[in-house]
């Protein structure tokens, strides 16, 4: 391990000879699978790239605690309260496991923070939706993290070292929080009329926002081209939608509720299922800022960092009088 560790970076050492032959080195990498690491040379935009879509995650987990922290107050059940407070404190872990893999890349945490509560940076379109009933925390974790698994198992195998290993973490957790969401709305769908009723209301809310998740198509992606060239994604938008839509088909129909698409059917030839049409004028708007919820998000976001500031100030007052004492200690 550690005289192969030598000969990458003998070999780094070669290439920064000729900086012609650094691009070209750094891809022969990739191609090998080897993982790059923070402090070895990457290409500009490859470091942009990541910088984007780790924060973006990043921001994702952060602004997702919200539509389900809105119901730990009104869960049904003691357990049910449980869970769901271990799986909100889950996303803030995520969020900042993620925070410390962008900043690996040479960006301050402080900086990203400042891009998201500015409204300038993205994060994922699904959590600008409503959580209007107690179903629809069972729908997020079924449907939402069921998204995020299919999405982010292919990220383990990432080329960037730091966000391939941060994934494999989150990916242990989310498929906890996706059965999770199963299970409550397998409850809800073997209860009373009522019950069953409020599952198929969130399914219809939550499934075609779902699909959105994934990104644009394939053919109007605009990272995809360099994302996949360099193994940052590994499968593209419209494949990854394809294998949620033919995996969570069959999951709705044991639960006994409908997928709401009229155009949904098996293709036989294809071994694949057939969907309708996306609104992507919808998913436009939501990135637009104009989703049914994006103003609130914020809102929630600016406020719980107003109102941590003292945390922050104080943890920096205390860390930087552990500092002084070492350092009278060393003297
Ligand atoms: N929402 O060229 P494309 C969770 C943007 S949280 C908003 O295909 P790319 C959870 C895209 O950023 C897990 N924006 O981009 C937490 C780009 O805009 P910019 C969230 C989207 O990056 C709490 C433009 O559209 N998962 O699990 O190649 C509770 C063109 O797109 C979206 C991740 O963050 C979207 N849905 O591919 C419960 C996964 N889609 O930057 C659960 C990590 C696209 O040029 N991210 N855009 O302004 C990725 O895998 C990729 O970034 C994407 C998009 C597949 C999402």
Redesign the pocket.
Known sequence: MYTQELDVRGADAAAAADPGMLEQHFLARVDAEQKIEPKEWMPERYRSMLI??IS??AH??IV??LP?GNWITRAPTLRRKAILIAKVQD?AGHGAYLYSAAETLGVSRDELIAQLLSGKA?????FNYPTTTWADVGA?GWL??GA?IM??IP?CRCSYGPYARAMVRICRE?SF?QRQGFDLMLHLARGTDEQKAMAQDALNRWWWPAL?????PDAT????GE?QRWKI?RIS?DELRQKFVDFTVPQAKFLGITVPDPLLRWNEAQQRHEFGPIDWNEFEQV?KGNGPCNAERLAARRSAHAEGAWVREAASAHAAKQRLRATRHAA
């Open positions: 984007r879509q973006q995650h994702s987990e997702g605690m389900e996303e993205k994060y994922s379109s699904i997020i939402v993290d995020a999405n982010q990220l989310e929080h959105m998740m994934f990104g644009p992606s605009t990272h995809s994302s994604k938008n990135l």
